[in-house]
């Protein structure tokens, strides 16, 4: 799923959460694991990919293009969930029941709409424990492909829009309206 698609329903989430429980620990919870558990990507991309143009922009478009080399993703793995859950079970933390409740959807919501980038089972990939017995390496764990095209500008790659194929309709590359698509 997109980031966007993950952001709108953490919101929806959270709204929900809020207008029924009137918690903001639990509320904290599920807007960290609904939305902000994607933090293991920036992670990865600055200490596993070793880049550095932290622009939004540019991390967006390096995941989205489909050059990344590594896939540690700590945050997405079902151990970390089963520990997570076993925790927030004998806890009752409210904040850390909100974390597994928004980080399942966000899992859930990834199953849901991920399983075109991974040529082998989705299911296998959210573990930690397989990535790491591929040694992370994303050639393996999400194949080899051609660079995804990525919609231009950010809040339409953010919100998940696809790159369009130019129509026969459309303008020379010359062409004013060419240039303000641009």
């Given at each position: 799923m997109s980031p966007g698609g993950?952001?709108?329903?953490?919101?929806?989430?959270?709204?929900?959460?809020?207008?029924?429980?009137?918690?903001?620990?639990?509320?904290?919870?599920?807007?960290?694991?609904g939305f902000w558990i994607d933090v293991d990507h920036a992670v990865d991309y600055v200490v596993v990919e070793g880049q550095r143009d932290l622009r939004p922009s540019a991390f967006l478009r390096y995941y989205l293009s489909g050059r990344v080399r590594r896939t540690v993703l700590v945050l997405h793995s079902w151990e970390l969930f089963a520990a997570l859950v076993a925790l927030a079970w004998l806890s009752g933390a409210p904040w850390l029941l909100g974390y597994v409740g928004g980080a399942m959807m966000h899992l859930a919501l990834d199953l849901a709409f991920n399983g075109e980038y991974t040529p082998n089972s989705l299911l296998?990939?959210?573990?930690?424990?397989?990535?790491?017995?591929?040694?992370?390496?994303?050639?393996?764990?999400?194949?080899?492909?051609?660079?995804?095209?990525?919609?231009?500008?950010?809040?339409?790659?953010?919100?998940?829009?696809?790159e369009a194929e130019p129509s026969v309709l459309d303008s020379p590359p010359g062409h004013a309206s060419a240039r303000r698509r641009g």
């Amino acid at each position: 799923m997109s980031p966007g698609g993950h952001l709108v329903t953490t919101l929806a989430v959270c709204a929900a959460g809020a207008a029924a429980t009137e918690s903001w620990p639990l509320v904290v919870g599920l807007a960290a694991g609904g939305f902000w558990i994607d933090v293991d990507h920036a992670v990865d991309y600055v200490v596993v990919e070793g880049q550095r143009d932290l622009r939004p922009s540019a991390f967006l478009r390096y995941y989205l293009s489909g050059r990344v080399r590594r896939t540690v993703l700590v945050l997405h793995s079902w151990e970390l969930f089963a520990a997570l859950v076993a925790l927030a079970w004998l806890s009752g933390a409210p904040w850390l029941l909100g974390y597994v409740g928004g980080a399942m959807m966000h899992l859930a919501l990834d199953l849901a709409f991920n399983g075109e980038y991974t040529p082998n089972s989705l299911l296998l990939f959210y573990s930690f424990a397989y990535r790491a017995a591929h040694r992370f390496d994303a050639s393996i764990l999400l194949g080899v492909g051609p660079p995804r095209s990525v919609a231009p500008g950010f809040w339409r790659a953010f919100f998940g829009a696809a790159e369009a194929e130019p129509s026969v309709l459309d303008s020379p590359p010359g062409h004013a309206s060419a240039r303000r698509r641009g």
